[in-house]
């Protein structure tokens, strides 16, 4: 008996995991390869000592029907819980939503049963033979051949293993694409940062754009402050130098976790941290023949989580249209 066709996924974030399970309920073979140690991409959650601090994305919403139902399943099984319904005063009554002990147990959740490769960085994607329709290079030598591919890091990364092989048209409609940067400084602390109920600011003046206390969000044990700088900031920082942009970071949040300094403070640099300029469709189908090569992520239609989320469940969709039913 013949088997199923297989297919490639480069990304473990929300939108390569959305696209693997999607693919896999349909009955393809799927292996989904990732270049960072653990799951999530940018739904990323960090341990520091005793601490717990979510430093990508920081909750999600729901606006359609599908994220619903997945946040229905994630809430009846305790993989997710209401955090708060918004973060002004008076908060304007949206529910926002988080991992039940950080953003990262969304990732694991979406993750479960699928055949995942971690710190497995793709290099070079290529046309394969009768076989394989496609052959992926890893940095450590592995080889993955698939009858198709779903390509999910941020753009630029994209660009780098499909820009020669697709045509023209998507290599502009990819290069269209750009993110803004975000800095991110996380700080345990030795005393409550006395943020007020929920534990975060959405800030829109100076140079922070969000302060959280992840004890107050439920996710640590310990006083630990995530604090992003927004993308103005973040880009006239990004050159400083780690020692200078801890400094600044920590400087312009003083008026929020006090003048002691922390007892350890780290850097993260989302060089990739949001769309400024997205793909107005939910995928890109950049090879678009019956192996495809499918683009997706949350620069394709909406940003954020759910945006995320849509895009890898249509890069599936285009997958399975083009490669056929399984059964
Ligand atoms: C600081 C910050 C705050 C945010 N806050 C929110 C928020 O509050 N609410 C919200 O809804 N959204 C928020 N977001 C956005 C949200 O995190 C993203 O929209 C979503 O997680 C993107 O998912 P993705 O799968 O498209 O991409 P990613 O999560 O970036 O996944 C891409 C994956 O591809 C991998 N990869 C890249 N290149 C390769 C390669 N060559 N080989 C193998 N693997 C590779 C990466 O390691 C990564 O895991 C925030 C993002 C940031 C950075």
């Given at each position: 008996?013949?088997?199923?066709?297989?297919?490639?996924?480069?990304?473990?974030?929300?939108?390569?995991?959305?696209?693997?399970?999607?693919?896999?309920?349909?009955?393809?073979?799927?292996?989904?390869?990732?270049?960072?140690?653990?799951?999530?991409?940018?739904?990323?959650?960090?341990?520091?000592?005793?601490?717990?601090?979510?430093?990508?994305?920081?909750?999600?919403?729901?606006?359609?029907?599908?994220?619903?139902?997945?946040?229905?399943?994630?809430?009846?099984?305790?993989?997710?819980?209401?955090?708060?319904?918004?973060?002004?005063?008076?908060?304007?009554?949206?529910?926002?939503?988080?991992?039940?002990?950080?953003?990262?147990?969304?990732?694991?959740?979406?993750?479960?049963?699928?055949?995942?490769?971690?710190?497995?960085?793709?290099?070079?994607?290529?046309?394969?033979?009768?076989?394989?329709?496609?052959?992926?290079?890893?940095?450590?030598?592995?080889?993955?051949?698939?009858?198709?591919?779903?390509?999910?890091?941020?753009?630029?990364?994209?660009?780098?293993?499909?820009?020669?092989?697709?045509?023209?048209?998507?290599?502009?409609?990819?290069?269209?694409?750009?993110?803004?940067?975000?800095?991110?400084?996380?700080?345990?602390?030795?005393?409550?940062?006395?943020?007020?109920?929920?534990?975060?600011?959405?800030?829109?003046?100076?140079?922070?754009?969000?302060?959280?206390?992840?004890?107050?969000?439920?996710?640590?044990?310990?006083?630990?402050?995530?604090?992003?700088?927004?993308?103005?900031?973040?880009?006239?920082?990004?050159?400083?130098?780690?020692?200078?942009?801890?400094?600044?970071?920590?400087?312009?949040?003083?008026?929020?976790?006090?003048?002691?300094?922390?007892?350890?403070?780290?850097?993260?640099?989302?060089?990739?941290?949001?769309?400024?300029?997205?793909?107005?469709?939910?995928?890109?189908?950049?090879?678009?023949?019956?192996?495809?090569?499918?683009?997706?992520?949350?620069?394709?239609?909406?940003?954020?989580?759910?945006?995320?989320?849509?895009?890898?469940l249509a890069a599936a969709g285009a997958v399975i249209q083009r490669l056929g039913p399984t059964r």
């Amino acid at each position: 008996m013949r088997q199923p066709a297989s297919v490639l996924v480069v990304g473990a974030g929300v939108a390569g995991l959305a696209a693997g399970g999607r693919l896999a309920d349909s009955g393809y073979r799927v292996t989904v390869v990732d270049k960072a140690r653990g799951v999530g991409g940018r739904l990323a959650t960090r341990r520091i000592g005793a601490a717990r601090l979510d430093h990508g994305a920081q909750f999600f919403t729901v606006r359609g029907a599908e994220m619903g139902a997945l946040v229905e399943g994630w809430l009846a099984r305790g993989v997710a819980r209401e955090w708060c319904r918004g973060f002004r005063r008076p908060p304007d009554g949206n529910p926002r939503y988080v991992g039940a002990t950080g953003m990262t147990d969304l990732a694991k959740d979406l993750a479960g049963g699928l055949d995942v490769a971690l710190s497995t960085r793709v290099e070079t994607l290529s046309p394969g033979d009768d076989e394989h329709g496609w052959v992926a290079h890893s940095d450590r030598g592995a080889t993955f051949g698939a009858d198709a591919v779903v390509l999910t890091p941020p753009v630029p990364q994209t660009l780098a293993l499909v820009g020669t092989l697709c045509t023209p048209e998507a290599r502009d409609a990819l290069r269209a694409v750009s993110y803004t940067p975000t800095l991110a400084l996380l700080a345990v602390l030795d005393e409550d940062p006395g943020i007020p109920p929920p534990g975060a600011l959405q800030l829109t003046e100076g140079p922070l754009s969000w302060v959280a206390d992840n004890r107050s969000k439920g996710i640590s044990p310990v006083p630990a402050v995530t604090v992003h700088a927004g993308p103005r900031a973040s880009a006239g920082w990004w050159e400083l130098g780690s020692e200078a942009t801890m400094a600044a970071l920590l400087g312009a949040a003083r008026p929020w976790i006090g003048s002691r300094d922390p007892l350890e403070a780290q850097l993260v640099r989302w060089r990739y941290a949001a769309p400024d300029v997205s793909h107005p469709d939910r995928c890109l189908v950049a090879v678009d023949t019956e192996r495809p090569v499918v683009c997706a992520g949350d620069a394709f239609g909406e940003p954020r989580v759910e945006g995320a989320l849509l895009s890898g469940l249509a890069a599936a969709g285009a997958v399975i249209q083009r490669l056929g039913p399984t059964r």
